[in-house]
């Protein structure tokens, strides 16, 4: 008797399967938050430098940012194999398809992270090589081991981790931290729970599923709702605290793109209360754009020079 062998065991299909692979490892790190979590690094060097910083410091802090970011993430999978396995969201993750195994999505995670301290601190500062390891300890010890399955809190305090970017952009031109690069980590920590509870109102039943007391899997809509328009009122009032270290350019990209941010949220909450139908992932993808918006703004501010008001 012969024995057919599959065509994705010959030989001919290897490059197809090594790309598989590749991306499996690409997607440990979740490109998409690695991509929003740089938006808001680049204008923070902008704003330090209060013009174009280095090509090549620009280069050396976006690369090690995003590796620092992919080592976060990585670990992250690795820790919540067990919740992504029974969640439709995460369901296809590399490591739940068992397309890359755990001990080397471990391997992989440590490894980024090292690589992108090492990256920081020879490229930019030692400052900025501590503060994204210091983000990488926080996002995978303080909020996926101890908050994410304990509080419905977890993402407030939790989303911490994700607003150090800012701090590091900030770090790498200057050397330093100073208030207005708090301000934006102060911006990025008030927009987290709208943004993200946003979207787990959308996934609710999969955290009740997987136990993970996400606010919207333990409170009413209503509940949520009025949280979300709160922490939008208070995002879009810490974004006039850049006011004095910026042109009239970004005053007025803050006004009108919080504008939107909070009428949206408005708009939820008002369909919540009213017990209509309504999509919070609207409110999710508006969350984005703001503050893409938003930090473009600031870049274009501090590279344009425009007098600052303050």
């Not at 808001?40 to 209060?50: C, D, K, Y």
């Not at 974004?239 to 939107?260: E, F, H, K, Q």
Request: with cysteine.
């Amino acid at each position: 008797m012969t024995t057919t062998v599959p065509e994705a065991q010959a030989g001919a299909p290897v490059p197809s399967r090594r790309r598989s692979v590749l991306l499996a490892y690409l997607a440990l790190t979740k490109p998409r938050v690695v991509e929003l979590l740089l938006v808001t690094t680049l204008p923070a060097m902008f704003l330090a430098e209060r013009g174009i910083p280095s090509p090549w410091l620009v280069l050396v802090t976006l690369v090690g940012g995003a590796m620092s970011a992919g080592s976060a993430n990585a670990l992250n999978c690795v820790a919540d194999s067990d919740i992504d396995a029974v969640m439709h969201r995460t369901k296809s993750r590399p490591l739940v398809s068992y397309e890359v195994p755990r001990r080397h999505a471990l391997i992989f995670g440590i490894a980024l992270g090292v690589v992108s301290f090492l990256v920081l601190w020879l490229g930019a500062n030692l400052l900025a090589a501590t503060l994204s390891v210091a983000a990488i300890l926080f996002y995978v010890f303080v909020y996926t081991l101890v908050l994410k399955r304990r509080t419905s809190q977890n993402i407030v305090w939790g989303g911490a981790a994700g607003c150090m970017p800012v701090v590091i952009g900030w770090a790498a031109v200057a050397n330093a931290v100073e208030w207005p690069a708090l301000v934006m980590f102060g911006v990025v920590f008030l927009w987290t729970p709208p943004h993200f509870w946003a979207l787990a109102m959308k996934y609710k039943d999969d955290y009740v599923r997987a136990g993970v007391p996400m606010l919207p899997a333990v409170a009413t809509a209503k509940q949520v709702s009025i949280r979300i328009l709160l922490y939008t009122w208070a995002t879009v009032a810490c974004t006039m605290l850049l006011v004095p270290v910026t042109s009239w350019v970004y005053v007025v990209c803050a006004i009108v793109a919080g504008a939107a941010f909070l009428i949206m949220a408005q708009r939820l909450h008002a369909a919540v209360r009213r017990g209509v139908g309504y999509n919070p992932m609207t409110l999710f993808h508006l969350s984005n754009s703001y503050l893409t918006v938003l930090f473009v703004a600031i870049a274009v501010d501090a590279a344009v020079g425009l007098p600052v008001l303050g």
